[in-house]
């Protein structure tokens, strides 16, 4: 067991006895995008040259075995959580179900939020059925857990349709003043000549408070002063679109995007941004236990949070140190269980191994050699 919580540190390591050192209660919000049980092999181009890497996540003892090696770790998930905290589980919908069903056994069908549904791609050629443009992220959190509203902006068609008025102030919609329902108070009564009465309808503010509002500019009139009033409702005042449970606004990392890493699977950092600005407060405790190419602890850092990250590949955990010094070369963070003797790097898988070697001459992959132990490193150091 540790005896105290380290943070701002990456552990390369599998995250089973990892978790197992740490205390209980001591992180505030976790993101999790393990392996995915999809029965497909992942290729990537690594960095601008020609090295084809396959990334297996196929499990081969089926969906039973897949969900028994998560469950261990789900309920080492749970251990380190505070009472407060918030998990966000990102998987896709192959295991989404038995993942779901894992996820309520450990923390309970009252910790369950939403299931959010990430399209992440508008075009996939698919063969014969419904083509696959989504993942989901199972999200769960304690009562009382943090919660800071999340609103993006509106699409371009509907500014367009909607807020198509302007003045000096800006731009604006127009919202009515009058809604249905007859009332016998104060906004029952008829105001500049408009009764709301004999339209079935009422004021929406009673008349003292109409005229305030017409004198600061706020009312608009149809016609001329001839037609009904109506409330004028500026772009600016208003936050956006409050977040729901489907997020179609954020693409994934294509070929072109400046984040890339060329990582097999990594994640827009809009999207964890969204996630660890929505579930924690500067300075809580982010851990993602699966952190891949650093997406988590990057915008973690940049948000001021402080942040534990665990990969057991060691080809990941130096592409995140890589990552976080370009993001601030004086960054302090610690890094533990990367290879260090020779024993470490014999027990290395052959990929790893190769991928080692040319990180640490800070080079390239060969375009014209594919040999897994015989390589050649253009080195740009
Ligand atoms: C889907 S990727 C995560 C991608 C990440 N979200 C990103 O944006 O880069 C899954 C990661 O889990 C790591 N992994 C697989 N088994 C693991 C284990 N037992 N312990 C720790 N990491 C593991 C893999 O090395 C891989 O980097």
Same mark, same amino acid.
Request: proline share 6%; charged share 25%; hydrophobic share 35%.
């Given at each position: 067991? *540790?005896?105290?919580?380290?943070?701002?540190? *990456?552990?390369?390591?599998?995250?089973?006895?990892?978790?197992?050192?740490?205390?209980?209660?001591?992180?505030?919000?976790?993101?999790?995008?393990?392996?995915?049980?999809?029965?497909?092999?992942?290729?990537?181009?690594?960095?601008?040259?020609?090295?084809?890497?396959?990334?297996?996540? #196929?499990?081969? +003892?089926?969906? =039973?075995?897949?969900?028994?090696?998560?469950?261990?770790?789900?309920? =080492?998930?749970?251990?380190?959580?505070?009472?407060?905290?918030?998990?966000?589980?990102?998987?896709?919908?192959?295991?989404?179900?038995?993942? %779901?069903?894992?996820?309520?056994?450990?923390?309970?069908?009252?910790?369950?939020?939403?299931?959010?549904?990430?399209?992440?791609?508008?075009? /996939?050629?698919?063969?014969?059925?419904?083509?696959?443009?989504?993942?989901?992220?199972?999200?769960?959190?304690?009562? +009382?857990?943090?919660?800071?509203?999340?609103?993006?902006?509106?699409?371009?068609?509907?500014?367009?349709?909607?807020?198509?008025?302007?003045?000096?102030?800006?731009?604006?919609?127009?919202?009515?003043?009058?809604?249905?329902?007859?009332?016998?108070?104060?906004?029952? =009564?008829?105001?500049?000549?408009?009764?709301?009465?004999? %339209? +079935?309808? /009422?004021?929406?503010?009673?008349?003292?408070?109409?005229?305030?509002?017409?004198?600061?500019?706020?009312?608009?009139?149809?016609?001329?002063?001839?037609?009904?009033?109506?409330? %004028? #409702?500026?772009?600016?005042?208003?936050?956006?679109?409050?977040?729901?449970?489907?997020?179609?606004?954020?693409?994934?990392?294509?070929?072109?995007?400046?984040?890339?890493?060329?990582?097999?699977?990594? %994640?827009? @950092?809009?999207?964890? @941004?969204?996630?660890?600005?929505?579930?924690?407060? =500067?300075?809580?405790?982010?851990?993602?236990?699966?952190?891949?190419?650093?997406?988590?602890?990057?915008?973690?850092?940049? *948000?001021?949070?402080?942040?534990?990250?665990?990969?057991?590949?060691?080809?990941?955990?130096?592409?995140?140190?890589? #990552?976080?010094?370009?993001?601030?070369?004086?960054?302090?963070? *610690?890094?533990?269980?990367?290879?260090?003797?020779?024993?470490?790097?014999?027990?290395? #898988?052959?990929?790893?191994?190769?991928?080692?070697?040319?990180?640490?001459?800070? +080079?390239?992959?060969?375009?014209?050699?594919?040999?897994?132990?015989?390589?050649?490193?253009?080195?740009?150091?």
């Amino acid at each position: 067991m *540790l005896s105290r919580l380290e943070t701002q540190v *990456l552990y390369c390591s599998d995250n089973l006895p990892k978790l197992r050192q740490f205390p209980a209660d001591c992180i505030d919000l976790i993101y999790l995008d393990p392996p995915f049980f999809s029965n497909r092999r992942y290729e990537v181009i690594w960095g601008d040259e020609a090295e084809v890497r396959s990334f297996e996540d #196929r499990w081969a +003892g089926g969906i =039973e075995v897949y969900i028994d090696w998560m469950r261990k770790r789900i309920l =080492e998930l749970r251990r380190v959580l505070t009472a407060r905290g918030s998990i966000y589980l990102h998987c896709d919908p192959h295991a989404s179900h038995y993942l %779901k069903i894992l996820m309520d056994q450990v923390f309970g069908q009252d910790w369950f939020r939403s299931e959010i549904v990430w399209k992440r791609t508008g075009a /996939h050629g698919s063969t014969k059925g419904y083509a696959p443009v989504h993942d989901c992220i199972l999200y769960y959190a304690g009562p +009382g857990h943090t919660w800071n509203p999340q609103h993006h902006g509106y699409r371009d068609e509907y500014l367009a349709s909607k807020y198509k008025y302007h003045d000096e102030r800006g731009r604006y919609t127009l919202i009515t003043l009058m809604p249905p329902g007859i009332r016998s108070g104060e906004t029952g =009564e008829p105001w500049r000549g408009i009764d709301p009465t004999a %339209k +079935g309808a /009422h004021w929406q503010n009673p008349p003292s408070k109409l005229e305030e509002l017409d004198r600061a500019g706020m009312i608009y009139w149809a016609r001329n002063g001839k037609g009904l009033p109506r409330l %004028k #409702r500026y772009l600016d005042n208003n936050a956006g679109v409050p977040v729901q449970d489907l997020w179609t606004d954020i693409a994934a990392i294509n070929s072109q995007a400046r984040e890339r890493l060329g990582y097999p699977t990594q %994640k827009p @950092e809009s999207l964890l @941004e969204r996630i660890i600005a929505a579930s924690s407060h =500067e300075d809580d405790v982010v851990l993602d236990p699966f952190c891949g190419c650093g997406t988590t602890v990057s915008v973690a850092e940049r *948000l001021n949070r402080r942040w534990i990250g665990i990969d057991i590949s060691p080809t990941a955990v130096n592409l995140m140190v890589r #990552r976080l010094k370009k993001y601030n070369p004086r960054l302090q963070f *610690l890094t533990e269980g990367l290879p260090v003797t020779e024993n470490d790097l014999r027990r290395l #898988r052959p990929f790893e191994f190769q991928n080692w070697v040319i990180q640490k001459f800070n +080079g390239t992959h060969s375009t014209r050699n594919q040999g897994t132990w015989e390589l050649m490193v253009t080195a740009s150091c």
